[in-house]
């Protein structure tokens, strides 16, 4: 008892005395996919192939299930394409968003090595139809399992009593993995090609199989909705993101330290800057590492990555520890990045 009475105090008085506290900031990743600004006009092309479910079995809740995927192929594409449309609408570098029906050069560019003949295929299709490149939603695929095991079900009877009687669970896992792919005709190259799993789990109980099934509720809904937002999503994929990472903010060692993180609680970031300064002279070279850490903590902040470096660098030069090193290291990353994401703006035409 003695024994860990001992190790639960001493973990209290491990996280009750951290050294430092987190100080989040927002920052910009770039779009993993740079779509040059040549490209004004979008056309979306259908290229999947056609479903190869099979609906006859001798089981009839596989049938059932059989029905719902070839209704969830059918439709999920359209929903997918929309979600893609509704994203690239709003994107002001875009003039123009149309669907494609080409069904022949469908089923040549939704997957594998393109030859030239393909290409130049697309190159005329894109000249014909009036736009600079092609989007292709290359693959949709929806599989559905469907498990069923016994259950113990609650109903009420006429006396409106609960009572317990035997039936059964059904559980339906339904897996949508969906490809797209984008076409430079000029180029002749591939921008983008990318592939996704989503997964749906419904699960309900019945006194029998087929009622355990209809309780599920709206599954064919369910799909619609998330086959739209994979389309949304890959259209997100064209713009920088913002993101939110954590820093280590230093309050141990001076009551200023602790002062100046209040501070910033209260939206005073450059008088706690100020605070700060005159810590970064002082002789105690650990607590003057941790004060020039916490500037570049808020230099970063504040947006100035540079700056921040700058004073990271700097805290490493005073006191080199796992904390400043591995800051460091981060600060030169985001540099690399910011640099990807100003030529991602100029190259689409977006204002900083």
């Known amino acids: 008892m003695l024994r860990v009475l001992f190790v639960m105090t001493f973990g209290f008085l491990a996280i009750g005395c951290t050294s430092t506290k987190p100080i989040a900031i927002v920052m910009k990743e770039p779009s993993p996919v740079t779509i040059p600004n040549k490209i004004k006009t979008i056309g979306i092309i259908n290229a999947t192939k056609p479903s190869a479910t ?40 875009f003039e123009n968003v149309n669907v494609i029906n080409q069904p022949g050069i469908g089923q040549k560019i939704g997957e594998g090595h393109l030859d030239t003949t393909a290409w130049n295929e697309i190159a005329d299709l894109c000249e014909i139809r009036g736009v600079d490149a092609i989007f292709a939603l290359a693959h949709f695929d929806v599989d559905t399992k469907v498990t069923v095991k016994k259950a113990m079900i609650t109903r009420m009877d006429l006396m409106r009593t609960e009572q317990k009687s035997k039936g059964k ?122 004060a020039c850490h916490n500037l570049a903590v808020l230099s970063e902040f504040q947006g100035k990555v540079d700056e921040a470096l700058h004073w990271a660098i700097k805290s490493t030069e005073l006191n080199n520890n796992v904390i400043n090193e591995e800051y460091v290291e981060d600060l030169r990353r985001r540099q690399i990045k910011d640099i990807l994401i100003q030529q991602q703006y100029l190259e689409i035409g977006f204002v900083e």
Do not use: C
Not at 55 to 78: C, M, P, Y
Not at 173 to 195: H, Q, S, Y
């Open 54 to 93: 099979k609906i006859e079995s001798k089981d009839e809740l596989e049938a059932v299930a059989a029905r719902d995927e070839q209704w969830i192929s059918s439709k999920g594409t359209e929903a997918s394409i929309d979600g893609l449309i509704d994203v690239l609408m709003k994107d002001r570098r």
């Open 169 to 290: 669970e059904i559980t339906v896992e339904t897996l949508i993995e969906n490809g797209w792919r984008i076409f430079d005709p000029v180029k002749r190259m591939l921008i983008d090609e990318i592939a996704t799993n989503d997964q749906i789990v419904l699960s309900s109980q019945g006194g029998n199989l087929n009622e355990a099934f209809h309780n599920l509720g709206s599954r064919r809904q369910s799909a619609l909705d998330l086959s739209k937002n994979t389309g949304k999503a890959y259209g997100q994929r064209l713009k920088p993101a913002e993101k939110v990472v954590n820093r280590e903010y230093f309050t141990k060692g001076d009551k200023q330290l602790l002062d100046t993180y209040g501070l910033i609680q209260d939206g005073e970031v450059a008088m706690a800057i100020e605070k700060l300064k005159p810590l970064v002279f002082v002789e105690d070279t650990n607590l003057s590492s941790k």
